[in-house]
């Protein structure tokens, strides 16, 4: 039960203002169409616009995947890392890396903007301002 209120209340995001609202005796019709429409308003502009992941989040998922790359060296794997520089990484071995980010986070990163991720603060930069980043 407590998932399904989860759920609910991820999509259903209400105000304090439309809270009170509801608690009034008799709330009139337009509050309630006012709280109805802006509830499927958010969660449709979640749905279509997307929303982003935590900075700090997206930053321990990165390091965790470089850091299971089977060329790296964990010990040499910080969040400021360059790819090649520092972990020892050719373009090859960094546009694998990148798949497998694509494959953690759930979407396909164009490659205009795949060539310009070498190092780890560069992809926790462009997946943490990405909206369909999951």
Known sequence: ???VRGALL???RVNATSLSLLRSPSPTPNALFALTFNAVRRGFSDEVMGSF???SEVTD???CVVKNFQKVDPSKVT???HFQKDLGL???DTVEVVRA???EFGFEIPDNEADKI???NHAVEFIASHPQAK
């Open 90 to 92: 050719d373009s090859l």
């Open 61 to 63: 998922r990165v390091l």
């Open 101 to 103: 980010l694509e494959e």
């Open 53 to 55: 992941l935590d900075k």
């Open 118 to 120: 070498s190092s780890i």
């Open 1 to 3: 039960m407590a998932a």
């Open 10 to 12: 991820k999509h259903l």
């Open 79 to 81: 969040p400021t890392a």
